[in-house]
């Protein structure tokens, strides 16, 4: 695994710990076992997805029983576990997001019930102790956000005025022509992920979409009139500047070290990388880089990261250098 942020890293830590306590469960003898595989094999279920974008296994083990399962673990909707089986079923988060739309005040309440919802399949990763099941909890996650971003572009489509609606357009059309790129730096090929990539994929798909609402919801609620707070602000993450095309010229990663600092790793287009580290003070970085001897500071928000060099002992960059990078990943 290249680079995940700590939501991420939060998400398959919840899902290796029961992964974990499945394997120390119990023993079961040779027979036993070879009995419960057939019996497994036997109702298993075929999931078809129809968005290629996503990553789901096509056949989903039910490691237990749904009747089993008590609804009143679930406060807000008791067959949540549903969904993960029963291919129609996806219907059903399509039906929650809309209920949420309907029944919010203002986008800041919308997104924080979206943001409730998509949590309260976060939690259900405890419950579930296969890696098809987990991997299928995250793809039913990532619908949650999916649902919501077409939800909230299709009110602005038809509302914003022509200008606005072409700026954000510009936006889309960048994030989804080069999201695969980033994909594949953060957690590589699908073919050297194992059984686990369906997890990552999906987890990191999450997270993009979740950043994507968020800015659409501020842009939209300033439309409104409305007051919009987003979620804090993740530091560690990507960044790039695709000059308005489907190609990534300028990259920047932010990315927690083992010691607990920051890594950063500032790709230019025709000119270096660089590899250093970071100090954080609120949303700005004091950078290091010894290897080329030079200094910089970045900002990074909801709209982006700037990075400024301020000494330099580099030949192709010198002092007040500056580089834009605003597409958020």
Known sequence: MKFLNKRLTAIILIAAASLTLLAGCSKVDVENQTQSQKETEDNQELVVSDDSDRQSDEQVTKAVDLEEISSESFP???????????????????????????????????????ESLSDEYTDLLQEYNTQ???NKISYCSLQVWD???????????????TQTKEELLGYLRTWNATKEDYIVASIGEREEGGSIYSLLYNSLMEDMTRKKVHILADQYAKFLGETYEKSTFDIEGYYANCEGTADIYDELRIMQSVDGGLNVEIGLYRITTLNGTAIQSGDVLYYTDSELDLTGIITCGWDGAIFTVVTSNFEYLKSGDTFNFDTVY
């Open 76 to 114: 807000v909707h008791g067959d949540l576990y549903a969904t993960m089986y029963d291919e129609g079923n996806t219907e059903q988060i399509k039906k929650w997001v809309d209920e949420i739309v309907k029944s919010s005040s203002s986008l800041q309440e919308e997104v924080e019930k979206v």
């Open 147 to 161: 649902e919501e971003l077409n939800n909230l572009w299709g009110r602005m489509s038809e509302r914003l005025d």
């Open 132 to 134: 098809l099941d987990i």
